[in-house]
């Protein structure tokens, strides 16, 4: 149980960090990943911080200079 308890832990400040940097630009994309301890077939959590960066990181691409400027001043710049 203490394994699961931590996957869901990692997940919960990946999708912390990304609602950080891209919650007020992605709005729909954060509430379509909401924090869940559903397990998948293999017995681990269903990776919803991780899910939220694949697909942010398809939407994120070089041409997107406003996303990508506010991505970085967020990171050096906390709290954003």
Do not use: W
């Not at 996957?7 to 924090?35: D, E």
């Not at 911080?49 to 398809?58: A, E, P």
Request: with cysteine; charged share 15%; aromatic share 4%.
């Amino acid at each position: 149980m203490a394994g699961l308890k931590l996957q869901v832990l990692h997940q919960s400040r990946l999708k912390h960090a990304l609602v950080t940097a891209f919650g007020s630009i992605y709005k729909t994309i954060m509430n379509a990943h909401p924090n869940t301890e559903t397990l998948d077939a293999s017995g681990n959590v269903v990776p919803f911080g991780t899910n939220l960066l694949r697909t942010i990181g398809i939407k994120v691409v070089p041409e997107n200079a406003e996303v990508i400027t506010h991505a970085n001043l967020c990171r050096s710049h906390h709290p954003c």
